[in-house]
């Protein structure tokens, strides 16, 4: 059997996943499950660092969580689909890592500084956020993993992971002809961002979503309510589709001869902005669609999304263990 290359990749549970999830990251997993080992986790210690005090939502945005990445074609028969807290092999490895990881490549991630800045809200000066980019490092590196799949925004957290797998092959692999812990590589896939509903980031916290199972109807309202083109004013003034949050949406959803009938139209004030959103509506209606009638069959059946990720976690646990058995011999703690 020729082996696949291994894919790595987590989300942390937030609940019930929006569109820009979707264009952003699920759409690329369902490419990569054909051609791919793929192992795809609930990142649900994540979530934790950033939400620790929010304990009574979190068992309820993991599944359905899970029920949005299988309704979007995530399929259990050729993906691993695991909940990061079930496996305390990601712990073990993360504590070994943070023996030998020095303190200032945790303190140099981008993303660590923005969220401190970006989210006054929050205490984030906590032991877990500084050493999310650690763990996530044990993650990957737990699976042998040869690609993580990522964002260019995202790409520093790979590398932060091969430098932490280079220590620790460098402390504990000497005169070994395979190193204990392989380096990932960063996948950079084609991904589409898609903006929120007033043209910025899709994000929950800015109520500017569209979710992947959202009703045909409230779909409708919500794209006929979004801001156009701020210097339209009146329906005969001509406007101009790049100044306009719908757009984007069209560049996505919209084939080429559509596109040229909403810039020709706006920019001669030849169609109005409802008749503009119109192909948008139904173009994700269309997307949406057979997405409700897969999650129908799990939400009808929860203790089959619940033997999925059961039967996922278990597939994990072999390989799991296994590296850290290498992992605890390699450091010297196999008595």
Same mark, same amino acid.
């Given at each position: 059997?020729?082996?696949?290359?291994?894919?790595?990749?987590?989300?942390?549970?937030?609940?019930?996943?929006?569109?820009?999830?979707?264009?952003?990251?699920?759409?690329?997993?369902?490419?990569?499950?054909?051609?791919? #080992?793929?192992?795809?986790? @609930?990142?649900?210690?994540?979530?934790?660092?950033?939400?620790?005090?929010?304990?009574?939502?979190?068992?309820?945005?993991?599944?359905?969580?899970?029920?949005?990445?299988?309704?979007?074609?995530?399929?259990?028969?050729? %993906?691993?689909?695991?909940?990061?807290?079930?496996?305390?092999?990601?712990?073990?490895?993360?504590?070994?890592?943070?023996?030998?990881?020095?303190?200032?490549?945790?303190?140099? @991630? *981008?993303? =660590?500084?923005?969220?401190?800045?970006?989210?006054?809200?929050?205490?984030?000066?906590? =032991?877990?956020?500084?050493?999310?980019?650690?763990?996530?490092?044990?993650?990957?590196?737990?699976?042998?993993?040869?690609?993580?799949?990522?964002?260019?925004?995202?790409?520093?957290?790979?590398?932060?992971?091969?430098?932490?797998?280079?220590?620790?092959?460098?402390?504990?692999?000497?005169?070994?002809?395979?190193?204990?812990? !392989?380096? +990932?590589?960063?996948?950079?896939? #084609?991904?589409?961002?898609? !903006?929120?509903?007033?043209?910025?980031?899709?994000?929950?916290?800015?109520?500017?979503?569209?979710?992947?199972?959202?009703?045909?109807?409230?779909?409708?309202?919500?794209?006929?309510?979004?801001?156009?083109?701020?210097?339209?004013?009146?329906?005969?003034? %001509?406007?101009? !589709?790049?100044?306009?949050?719908?757009?984007?949406?069209?560049?996505? =959803?919209? +084939?080429?001869?559509?596109?040229?009938?909403?810039?020709?139209?706006?920019?001669?004030?030849?169609?109005?902005?409802?008749?503009?959103?119109?192909?948008?509506?139904?173009?994700?209606?269309?997307?949406?669609? *057979?997405?409700?009638?897969?999650?129908?069959?799990?939400?009808?059946? !929860?203790?089959?999304?619940?033997?999925?990720?059961?039967?996922?976690?278990?597939? %994990?646990?072999?390989?799991?263990?296994?590296?850290?058995?290498d992992v605890r011999e390699a450091v010297g703690l196999a008595y």
């Open positions: 059997m020729v082996t696949r290359p291994r894919v790595l990749s987590g989300m942390r549970p937030t609940g019930a996943l929006h569109l820009g999830h979707y264009h952003g990251a699920l759409k690329n997993w369902v490419r990569l499950q054909d051609e791919h #080992d793929c192992f795809f986790f @609930v990142a649900d210690w994540h979530a934790l660092t950033t939400h620790y005090q929010e304990r009574d939502v979190i068992e309820r945005n993991v599944y359905d969580m899970v029920v949005d990445w299988l309704a979007a074609g995530v399929d259990p028969k050729r %993906a691993t689909l695991f909940i990061q807290s079930r496996l305390p092999e990601h712990a073990e490895l993360f504590t070994l890592l943070a023996m030998g990881t020095p303190l200032s490549w945790l303190e140099r @991630v *981008p993303s =660590y500084k923005h969220q401190i800045t970006t989210q006054p809200n929050r205490n984030l000066a906590t =032991y877990g956020f500084l050493g999310y980019p650690l763990l996530q490092a044990a993650d990957i590196l737990i699976y042998r993993a040869n690609f993580v799949p990522v964002g260019e925004d995202q790409a520093a957290h790979v590398e932060v992971t091969r430098e932490v797998a280079r220590r620790f092959n460098h402390l504990y692999g000497r005169g070994q002809a395979e190193p204990i812990l !392989p380096e +990932p590589a960063a996948l950079f896939t #084609d991904t589409s961002k898609l !903006p929120g509903l007033d043209g910025e980031k899709m994000s929950k916290s800015a109520e500017n979503t569209i979710e992947m199972r959202e009703e045909p109807e409230a779909v409708a309202n919500k794209i006929r309510r979004m801001p156009t083109d701020p210097q339209r004013v009146r329906r005969s003034d %001509a406007g101009d !589709p790049s100044r306009c949050p719908v757009w984007p949406f069209h560049q996505l =959803y919209s +084939p080429s001869d559509v596109q040229q009938w909403v810039q020709q139209g706006c920019r001669s004030a030849g169609i109005g902005c409802l008749d503009c959103k119109q192909p948008v509506i139904e173009a994700i209606q269309r997307e949406q669609e *057979p997405w409700r009638e897969r999650a129908e069959t799990y939400l009808a059946n !929860p203790k089959q999304v619940h033997w999925i990720v059961e039967m996922g976690t278990e597939r %994990a646990r072999t390989i799991a263990r296994q590296t850290m058995k």
